[in-house]
């Protein structure tokens, strides 16, 4: 009998799982699977294939649908169960990112809706936003004439395809009503011409957009040379209780927030201004280069309730032309937002100056995506990445340890199997499902194989006894949060588990104290609080501190 060794393998985590160290080789599905990833159901939607899957923590497939078309971005789950996929169609638009037609597929399949957004004039692309009230925003490119951007005061003016959000209230099976717009050269400024009336320093108009900053098209970047495609969006995201809508440019190397609770007059106009931007302020005259903060970011998103960081931003930060370090980062930061408006100091960015957490804690060139690529927060308080340009999903907790990592099998040649290396096997963004989601009620999860068939390699699963995808699970470490960071009046300070908040200034003084239950959030008051540095100190029932640091800008 041939003996039968083991080797162990590290994965960049405090994790190490058990290979065979003779016969096949691991190169697809699931290669690690702790206890502590959020059991749940990911949504796995190659591009390049016309196949949408929902798969378990080991791999396993629970669901497929199969579309006439390949993706075209983002799809969801929605929570009766059907499917809403963006699909690739060919229009008068060829870039990156291009979709064109949203469809709605039943839980068995069945096309139950459509929506084709492609024309001579515009184009849907990248991604969607399916509200509360059963509408969708769609994200679409819109054509503007060369003589349209003469006479807006673009510089050397071309072809130019900028962004508009639509909402469409569907009707079935096709099509549907548009009940609200918003477009971005409504909101425009340039200091080229002053006979224009969008005339002035965009420095003096943080609120709109320059429309000299930025290339069109250009080079071999997302969209072709000359595509016409100036902004290159690539996500919108919808919250619900602040009826804001967030936007992530990657020519802009910045996120917009801009406010829907408005009509679609009022959104043309000085309301439908940007409420927020962040990531480059030299796009808006009040920064240089070196004060850029995002590099090519993809799939802005608030960050639920129940997670450390809720109410705070998060963004795959791709790192493309990053200085010193071409590497991919996930990065939370909390907006300064107040009395409802989001401050911005007079001649200065808006802030803040600081990400509020950061993962890895060290950029490292193994971890990049030049394009595509998401991330979605998990409600027992870690992050689920998928690092797009190489098929590559995998989770990290609040302390960056890895503890679930899957390679998409599936690709622009079919799905590979188990020993082989997959081909184009990017994957546009994925998402994870709870069991208690409220679309899988009713519905037969039983598993059958993996994508890349059945291997050698064995993985258990680790249900949890209440998973949720509203409610917070987090109970291993203390997980702390403060919102907003910086602050200016008011600050929330938020831990997982029971303990005492000691607040403390830079020359060590206490200028604040109180004991919280688990879960239970802290709001201080900071008007008196002098401008600076402070530092939140929790101690808890085991004799340990933890502290993050707070600024207070008034």
Same mark, same amino acid.
């Given at each position: %009998?041939i003996p039968?060794f083991?080797?162990?393998?590290?994965?960049?985590?405090?994790c190490?799982?058990m290979?065979p160290a003779?016969?096949?080789?691991?190169t697809?599905g699931?290669f690690?699977?702790?206890?502590?990833?959020?059991?749940? &159901?990911t949504?796995l939607?190659?591009m390049?294939?016309t196949?949408t899957?929902?798969?378990n923590? =080991?791999?396993?497939?629970?669901?497929t @649908?199969?579309?006439?078309?390949?993706?075209?971005?983002a =799809?969801?789950?929605?929570?009766?169960?059907?499917l809403?996929?963006g699909?690739?169609?060919?229009g008068?638009?060829?870039?990156?990112?291009v979709g064109?037609?949203?469809e709605?597929m039943?839980w068995?399949?069945e096309l139950?809706?459509?929506?084709? @957004?492609a024309?001579d004039?515009?184009?849907?692309?990248h991604?969607?936003?399916?509200m509360?009230n059963?509408h969708?925003l769609?994200?679409?490119w819109?054509?503007k004439t060369q003589e *349209?951007?003469?006479?807006?005061?673009r510089v050397?003016?071309?072809? %130019?395809w900028p962004e508009s959000i639509t909402?469409i209230?569907p009707?079935?099976?096709?099509?549907?009503?548009?009940?609200? *717009?918003?477009h971005?050269?409504?909101?425009?400024?340039q200091n080229?011409?002053?006979s224009l009336?969008?005339h002035?320093?965009p420095s003096?108009h943080p609120?709109r957009i320059?429309?000299?900053?930025?290339?069109?098209?250009g080079g071999g970047?997302?969209?072709?040379?000359?595509?016409g495609? @100036?902004?290159h969006a690539?996500?919108?995201?919808y919250n619900a209780?602040?009826?804001?809508?967030?936007?992530?440019?990657r020519?802009f190397?910045?996120i917009w927030?801009?406010d829907?609770n408005?009509?679609?007059?009022?959104a043309a106009?000085?309301?439908g201004d940007?409420?927020?931007?962040?990531g480059?302020?030299?796009?808006y005259?009040?920064?240089? *280069?070196e004060?850029?903060?995002m590099?090519g970011?993809?799939d802005v998103q608030?960050i639920p309730?129940?997670? $450390?960081q809720?109410?705070?931003l998060?963004?795959?930060?791709? /790192?493309?032309?990053?200085?010193g370090c071409? =590497?991919?980062?996930i990065?939370v930061?909390?907006p300064p937002?107040?009395?409802?408006a989001?401050?911005v100091?007079q001649?200065?960015?808006f802030g803040?100056?600081?990400w509020?957490w950061?993962?890895? *804690?060290?950029?490292n060139?193994s971890? &990049?995506?030049s394009n595509?690529s998401?991330v979605?927060?998990?409600p027992? /308080?870690?992050f689920?990445? =998928?690092?797009?340009?190489n098929?590559?999903?995998?989770e990290?907790?609040q302390t960056?340890d890895?503890?679930?990592?899957y390679?998409?099998?599936?690709?622009?040649?079919?799905?590979s199997?188990q /020993?082989s290396?997959?081909?184009?096997?990017n994957?546009f963004?994925?998402?994870?499902?709870a069991p208690?989601y409220?679309g899988?009620?009713?519905?037969?999860l039983t598993p059958?194989?993996?994508?890349e068939g059945?291997g050698e390699?064995?993985c258990?699963l680790f249900p949890a006894d209440?998973?949720?995808?509203?409610v917070?699970?987090?109970?291993?470490? $203390?997980v702390?949060?403060a919102?907003?960071?910086?602050?200016?009046h008011?600050?929330?300070?938020r831990?997982n588990v029971?303990?005492?908040?000691?607040?403390?200034?830079? %020359?060590g003084?206490?200028v604040?104290q109180?004991?919280?239950?688990a879960?239970e959030?802290?709001?201080l008051g900071?008007a008196d609080?002098p401008? /600076? %540095?402070?530092?939140?100190?929790l101690?808890?029932?085991?004799?340990?501190?933890?502290?993050?640091?707070?600024s207070?800008?008034?």
């Open positions: %009998m039968f083991f080797r162990w393998v590290p994965l960049g985590c405090l190490w799982v290979l003779w016969g096949q080789t691991q697809v699931t690690l699977n702790a206890p502590e990833a959020f059991d749940g &159901y949504l939607d190659p390049g294939s196949n899957h929902l798969i923590n =080991c791999g396993e497939v629970v669901q @649908w199969t579309s006439d078309y390949n993706s075209g971005g =799809c969801y789950l929605l929570e009766d169960g059907s809403a996929r699909c690739r169609v060919t008068a638009f060829a870039g990156g990112g064109g037609r949203l709605r039943s068995d399949g139950e809706w459509w929506l084709d @957004w024309d004039t515009q184009h849907h692309h991604d969607f936003a399916w509360p059963g969708v769609v994200l679409a819109e054509l *349209e951007a003469a006479e807006a005061g050397n003016p071309q072809l %130019m909402e209230a009707t079935l099976p096709s099509g549907g009503e548009v009940v609200w *717009e918003w971005a050269w409504d909101h425009l400024v080229v011409d002053p009336a969008n002035g320093e003096d609120h320059d429309v000299n900053y930025a290339n069109v098209g970047g997302p969209g072709g040379a000359n595509s495609d @100036w902004m690539n996500a919108v995201n209780g602040l009826d804001h809508i967030a936007i992530s440019s020519r190397n910045e927030i801009i829907h408005t009509t679609t007059e009022q106009g000085p309301a940007i409420l927020y931007r962040y480059n302020p030299e796009a005259g009040r920064g240089s *280069e004060d850029r903060m590099f970011q993809h608030w309730e129940g997670h $450390p809720a109410g705070d998060v963004i795959y930060n791709n /790192g493309a032309g990053r200085p071409e =590497c991919s980062s990065d930061w909390s937002y107040e009395d409802g989001y401050p100091p001649d200065e960015a803040p100056e600081t509020l950061s993962y890895p *804690e060290v950029l060139a971890f &990049y995506s595509i998401g979605q927060p998990q027992n /308080g870690n689920l990445i =998928c690092q797009g340009a098929g590559r999903l995998f990290v907790t960056g890895i503890v679930w990592e390679i998409n099998p599936e690709g622009n040649f079919g799905v199997t /020993g290396n997959p081909q184009q096997n994957v963004r994925a998402y994870r499902y208690s409220p899988f009620e009713g519905r037969d059958g194989e993996p994508l059945l390699f064995t258990d209440t998973s949720s995808t509203d917070a699970s987090w109970t291993e470490v $203390p702390l949060g919102h907003p960071n910086p602050a200016n008011v600050v929330t300070l831990t029971e303990g005492l908040w000691t607040v403390r200034n830079a %020359m003084q206490s604040a109180q004991r919280v239950l879960s959030s802290l709001e900071t609080w401008a /600076g %540095m402070y530092f939140a100190t101690n808890t029932h085991d004799s340990m501190s933890h502290t993050l640091r707070l207070i800008a008034h």
